[in-house]
């Protein structure tokens, strides 16, 4: 059996990222539907802040869901895309009191693209609080210190208190303190 489906080393590009929203766009404007895609995580760090060349996946809220869902499994197939290139597993992790943007995201005719403003990223990355650590393994720290940097957040107090404006102090994770004391410890920011 062909592994075509993952040609790229389980990693999308801009370019491909591109191709498959276009199409995206162009499937549903042939069903007279205006669809909207919240982009989320790597996507974010790849379309709007070019701020890396690859993510795994895109993480997205989208409607409608059902419509994109199917289009999203027919274009994964026809451009040889992973199966979830498309998939919506970041609702899980999204905050009520999340804002979004359209930011420096490309617009479709048929496809609306959004993403969280980048104080709101942040405090999801930080979140998360991954750290990688062997190949393979998914790492939110550059992202973090990239998103540091662009707001120009100057403490480590500062930063976990915006966290704290998206999520209740009891769920940060003391992880996200070591880490984001760390950078600031460190100089990394």
């Given amino acids: 059996m062909s592994t075509q489906s993952e040609p790229t080393g389980s990693t999308l590009t801009r370019e491909q990222i591109l191709a498959a929203l276009g199409t995206l766009s162009d499937e549903l404007g042939k069903q007279g539907v205006m669809g909207e895609v919240c982009l989320f995580g790597g996507t974010v760090m790849v379309l709007a802040f070019t701020a890396r060349l690859t993510t795994k996946d895109v993480d997205a809220l989208f409607q409608p869901t ?48 959004t993403m969280p403003v980048p104080e709101y990223l942040l405090a999801m990355k930080c979140m998360a609080a991954r750290l990688g650590g062997t190949a393979g393994e998914p790492s939110d720290v550059s992202d973090i210190t990239f998103l540091l940097r662009h707001l120009k957040l100057k403490s480590a107090k500062e930063t976990l208190d915006l966290v704290g404006q998206y999520y209740p102090a009891s769920r940060i994770p003391v992880k996200t303190q070591y880490l984001v004391e760390g950078l600031f410890e460190e100089g990394k920011v």
């Fill in 66 to 113: 059902g419509t994109i869902r199917e289009l999203a499994r027919r274009i994964a197939e026809e451009q040889h895309l992973p199966a979830n290139w498309l998939n919506d597993g970041v609702k899980g992790f999204v905050s009520t009191r999340h804002e979004t943007t359209a930011g420096n995201l490309p617009q479709f005719p048929h496809l609306r693209l």
